[in-house]
Structure formats: C-alpha cells, structure tokens
C-alpha cells in the first residue's frame, strides 16, 4: 500500500497544480461584476488537492522508506491494471456520447450504469444516486443560475 499511496498523492498534487497553473487561469473566465471572482472557488478546491495529495504522498514515501520498499517495480499485475481501469474507458465513452445529447437526458443513465456495474443491487439505491443528483444540478442550472445548457 505504501507505494500505491505515494503515487496516488503525487497525482491527485499535480492534478491539482496542473488546475492551478494552466486549466483556472485558462478556463475561470472573468467576471467584473461579481463580488466573488470565478476562479476563487476553484482555486480553493486545487489547493486542496496538492495539499491532500501532498499529505498521501508523504505519507506513503516514508513508509517506503521505512520498509526499504523502492518507488517503482517492473512487477506489475495486468489483470488488476486492467481493471483499475474500466471506469476511465466507461466515463470516456459517455463523454462522447454526451456530446450528441443533453446531461440531463443521460446522467441518470451514466450514473445508474455505473453504480450497477460497480455492484450495487439495491433498486431505491440505483435510482435515488442517479436520479436525483441529475435533477438537483437541473434545478441548480436553470431555475437558480438562469443558464438552461443542461
């Protein structure tokens, strides 16, 4: 485990330095009249990501060290590699099936799929984790923040 955890935290901190450094002040926009700017929040959530990355990281490097466990291996498991993998594969491909329809038509959907893939069996489970954050972030959208694009 410590080896997963030093290179699990060290990607969850540069995720968070590469949004902190090219996609927040790239993407945030600019706002000149409004009291909070818009990468404020976004900001707030990198610099928690380098800092609890940074955390993990540490943490597993010197439980690495302390074991004398070194960093990389050529010993690695396809099967498992393979199988850490599959939610990436199932998340790309609704992307691209989301750029033909609306979220809101397919996030119950995405979601649900992903939850009964994932092995969750309850029915009222299934339903009230897929359905309702679609609902919520349509309610948020277009009746609080008059946008409509979902």
């Known amino acids: 485990m410590p080896r997963s955890d030093f290179w699990s935290?060290?990607?969850v901190a540069?995720?968070?330095l590469l949004a902190?450094?090219?996609m927040i002040p790239n993407y945030a926009g600019t706002n000149p009249?409004?009291?909070?700017?818009?990468?404020?929040?976004?900001?707030?959530?990198a610099w928690l990501l380098v800092?609890?990355?940074?955390?993990?990281?540490?943490?597993?490097?010197a439980q690495m060290l302390r074991e004398r466990i070194s960093p990389l291996t050529a010993d690695l498991?396809?099967?498992?590699?393979a199988w850490a993998a599959w939610p990436f594969a199932y998340v790309a491909v609704a992307i691209w099936f989301m750029s033909f329809i609306k979220i809101t038509w397919f996030g119950a959907f995405l979601i649900g799929g992903?939850?009964?893939?994932l092995g969750e069996r309850r029915w009222w489970m299934i339903?009230?984790?897929?359905?309702?954050p679609v609902v919520l972030l349509y309610i948020l959208s277009v009746y609080l923040m008059r946008v409509g694009v979902v």
């Open 51 to 61: 800092v609890c990355g940074g955390i993990v990281a540490a943490k597993g490097l």
């Open 20 to 22: 902190m450094l090219w």
């Open 114 to 117: 992903m939850l009964i893939l």
């Open 127 to 132: 339903l009230g984790c897929s359905v309702v």
């Open 14 to 16: 540069g995720f968070g």
């Open 9 to 11: 935290g060290l990607v």
């Open 77 to 81: 498991h396809w099967g498992a590699v």
């Open 33 to 45: 009249f409004a009291r909070m700017p818009p990468g404020l929040v976004p900001s707030i959530g």
